[in-house]
């Protein structure tokens, strides 16, 4: 096995006993899935974002989705019963999560808050999600992800 950090998304996985790959690459800011995917040679639909929003009352929140696709913020406040849903500024993203933007894992965040996936995740075979620091993703079967994770299924990628 490579070497890797071992991050609190590291431990949770490792609590929860799932197996995972993990997946080394040369981190480059405003790079984005498009530069994992192409260091690690996969689709970068199976690359995952996870992202932090917030609603009007500014209670955060945890979207996952994927790579080649962008979250719209009002698709998501509507099937959320929310007024408005928007990013979090990198600064409020970390304090929420525990982790640094760019290396945001949905496993062992700092602060309990509601975890959605976008719908399609769930069928794919495999995925690449960040473990918790910038140039390090873990390969996973997504359905430990919703073990682990029980995310709230959506449909709120831009058309």
């Given amino acids: 096995m490579s070497k890797h950090p071992v991050t609190m998304a590291v431990r949770a996985l490792r609590a929860a006993k799932v197996e995972f790959e993990p997946h080394l690459y040369v981190w480059e800011a ?52 929310v007024k408005t849903t928007a990013p979090c500024t990198p600064a409020i993203a970390d304090k929420h999560s525990g982790y640094q933007v760019g290396g945001t894992s949905p496993f062992g965040l700092k602060r309990a808050m509601p975890v959605y996936m976008e719908r399609s995740i769930a069928e794919l075979p495999r995925i690449y999600i960040n473990g918790g620091a910038r140039g390090f993703l873990v390969a996973i079967d997504p359905k430990e992800l919703v073990r682990v994770l029980v995310p709230t299924l959506v449909d709120a990628a831009c058309e």
């Avoid at 009352?57 to 913020?73: F, T």
């Fill in 30 to 81: 405003h790079g984005g899935t498009a530069a994992s995917a192409e260091h690690l040679g996969v689709d970068e639909h199976a690359v995952i974002k996870t992202l932090i929003f917030e609603d009007e009352a500014k209670r955060p929140l945890c979207i996952l989705m994927h790579g080649d696709r962008e979250v719209s913020a009002k698709n998501l406040a509507r099937q959320l019963g």
